[in-house]
């Protein structure tokens, strides 16, 4: 069975640094999705980034950027010029193809100081 | 529109009422999502929907029932419910192909 880790529960950054988000999975599947959602307190969930695992180019949108090493099963997650609205859980997500079952990481709760 | 919509906000309910939660996309999405979450955690998956039939059932309590009228509605009957059933319960959709799901904002059930 896989399974998502996100082994650092809080992190807090500086507005306008750079701060990295770790996920990690175990699978022994070769074609998956990997996802990060943010969900901001009080607020809704919202896709931040998408990665197939069969690209080996890194994803982007914007000022968040992902790390996929396929081999060491390794998601992280860069956020860019942090912001004041970037405060908000995280979560790693995994899905197989042809599933509709997603598997959550357990979250980092990120905090941006002013 | 890229939006899931979800009523009610907010539901408090006794142990003993009959209460339903109502889901809606036109995003044209033919999977739909029940998940329940808890303070400070993940979702966790109830059902999924494809194509308006129930394709996973996560060994749910049956005091909790889905039904998907049609592909744009999704909506969860609670009858019986416990007080640690208590929790934000949220909805999502996404294409038959595996990719993003789109969530909605949520209920927030309380039950007394």
């Known amino acids: 069975a896989q399974t998502v880790t996100q082994s650092q529960p809080e992190m807090s950054v500086q507005e306008a640094e750079t701060v990295t988000l770790s996920c990690t999975y175990d699978?022994?599947?070769?074609?998956?999705?990997l996802f990060w959602y943010k969900q901001p307190p009080s607020r809704q969930m919202i896709l931040v980034i998408r990665?197939?695992?069969?690209?080996?180019q890194n994803a982007t949108e914007n000022r968040f950027s992902v790390n996929f090493q396929k081999a060491a099963k390794s998601f992280s997650l860069k956020i860019s010029d942090s912001q004041l609205g970037d405060a908000a859980m995280y979560f790693c997500?995994?899905?197989?193809?042809?599933?509709?079952?997603?598997?959550f990481g357990t979250g980092t709760r990120l905090k941006v100081l002013a | 529109d890229t939006e899931v919509t979800q009523t009610p906000k907010h539901l408090v309910m006794g142990m003993t009422n009959k209460k339903s939660l109502k889901c809606e996309q036109h995003?044209?999405?033919?999977?739909m999502y029940w998940y329940k979450q808890k303070a400070k955690k993940p979702p966790e998956l109830m059902f999924v929907?494809?194509?308006?039939?129930?394709?996973i059932n996560e060994s749910v309590p049956s005091r909790f029932s889905p039904e998907c009228p049609n592909s744009s509605l999704l909506n969860l009957h609670l009858h019986a419910l416990q007080p640690e059933d208590s929790a934000l319960y949220l909805c999502?959709?996404?294409?038959?192909?595996?990719?993003?799901?789109?969530f909605g904002p949520g209920t927030r059930l309380t039950v007394t």
């Open positions: 995003m044209g999405h033919r999977a």
């Open positions: 990665q197939e695992a069969y690209k080996q």
């Open positions: 999502a959709s996404s294409q038959a192909q595996p990719y993003e799901q789109y």
């Open positions: 997500a995994y899905r197989s193809p042809g599933t509709y079952k997603y598997i």
């Open positions: 699978t022994s599947e070769s074609d998956y999705y």
């Open positions: 929907y494809s194509y308006e039939k129930l394709s």
